[in-house]
């Protein structure tokens, strides 16, 4: 009994020497698909640090976010009372953040004065998943609608090194992400699968990536294919996706299961399409390469080389209690060429598969811990 006494005081001590895990707060401000944070500087938000931005959208805001917990008074008392003049938050403006690209995520305010840029960030990702609520207001004079979607539990969980997940003892500080806010009416970038011709999606299930969800799918076809494709599937698009809800058809549908063709989009959306490679390859404005997928063989890429994407349409979306008009432009086909003639006119198909429930962001962090990689 006594070595069984001291040998628990020994691990009662080795427990109390680990560093402390600090909960930090983070708030997300990100750019697409709307372009909010473009929206704000245009209208003269520019200068303003960060901090000062969150103040005006919670003083300007209407319905009022503050009102409504979005942007909780309780977190900006935190920035106002922590941090000082010298501090990040209060230094760092907002015109810093100006042009990124909607796949490149957004910036991170957080309770310890700290900004830093996070690549999985993608609030319409996250809107409609379960213990989820989503605010949809206008500011005077910010031309981009917006809407902050928040949760009691954290979207993500990462620490300043970069992890995910915080594990005990490998960091004392972990940042707990509970709100994104974002502009839900603008542009999304869109992928397209198509089965036209020589069948690639019919080849790559009998290759064996049937059993893949359509994330993971196009995680392996970029992690698979020589010469590398990720000039046509680029990190920041498969970033753009791993910021989805966990549930979402993203995750949740099979490539076994896709009828015809299949359009993904960085708004986490996914719908049925007539769009075909073959009627695109060799026109101005787009390049073509030939790749090679490992099981499958040569699959070809056409994808748009100018602000003309190859198709595009609109879909109109829930956002909280209201709705926003959404653009869908397709900036690459992958297709196999073949014998199947193509549509005189592409058009995309107004038939959407239906959303699966949205869940937890839980699972969708493990994903991102499994897939994940530096940007290139």
């Known amino acids: 009994m006594r070595f069984r006494t001291h040998y628990l005081i020994a691990i009662v001590l080795v ?24 929206s704000f500087i245009a209208a003269g938000y520019g200068s303003d640090s960060l901090y000062q931005v969150l103040v005006n959208i919670a003083a300007e805001s209407n319905p009022s ?30 015109s810093a953040y100006a042009n990124l690209p909607a796949t490149a995520g957004g910036v991170l305010v957080s309770t310890d004065c700290t900004v830093v840029q996070s690549r999985f960030l993608n609030g319409a990702g996250q809107t409609g998943a379960a213990g989820t609520s ?41 940042h707990h992400v509970f709100a994104i806010a974002y502009a839900p009416q603008g542009a999304s970038q869109t992928f397209v699968l198509s089965n036209e011709g020589g069948h690639l999606i019919a080849s790559l299930v ?5 059993n893949y969800n359509l994330y993971d799918a196009l995680v392996a076809i970029q992690q698979n294919t020589d010469p590398g494709i990720t000039g046509v599937i680029s990190i920041p698009f498969i970033n753009s996706l791993a910021g989805c809800s966990a549930a979402h058809p993203v995750f949740t549908t ?8 299949v359009a993904i989009s960085d708004d986490c959306s996914v719908a049925s399409t007539s769009l075909q490679g073959s009627s695109f390859t060799g026109q101005p404005g787009t390049t073509t390469g030939v790749y090679v997928i490992s099981g499958v063989g040569p699959a070809t890429a056409v994808s748009s080389t100018s602000s003309t994407p190859l198709g595009s349409w609109t879909q109109n979306v829930a956002v909280g209690s209201s709705t926003a008009t959404v653009t869908y432009n397709a900036f690459a086909i992958l297709y196999t060429p073949g014998s ?37």
């Open 340 to 376: 199947t003639p193509p549509p005189a006119t592409p058009v995309p198909s107004t038939l959407w598969l239906t959303l699966a429930g949205l869940g937890s962001a839980g699972a969708a962090t493990w994903l991102r811990s499994r897939f994940w990689k530096p940007a290139v």
């Open 65 to 94: 976010v503050t009102f409504a917990g979005a942007l909780p008074e309780s977190f900006l008392q935190t920035l106002h009372l922590n941090c000082g003049a010298g501090t990040q938050v209060k230094t760092t403006p907002l």
């Open 254 to 261: 099979q490539l076994r299961n896709v009828t015809g063709s």
């Open 134 to 174: 989503t605010l949809a207001f206008i500011i005077s004079g910010v031309s981009a609608p917006a809407a902050i979607v928040s949760s009691a539990t954290p979207f993500y969980v990462w620490a300043p090194n970069g992890d995910y997940g915080c594990p005990l003892g490998e960091d004392a500080t972990c």
């Open 15 to 38: 427990l109390a020497a680990l560093p402390a895990q600090a909960q930090v707060q983070s708030f997300a401000l990100t750019n697409g698909p709307g372009r909010l944070i473009d």
């Open 206 to 210: 009998a290759a064996g990536y049937g």
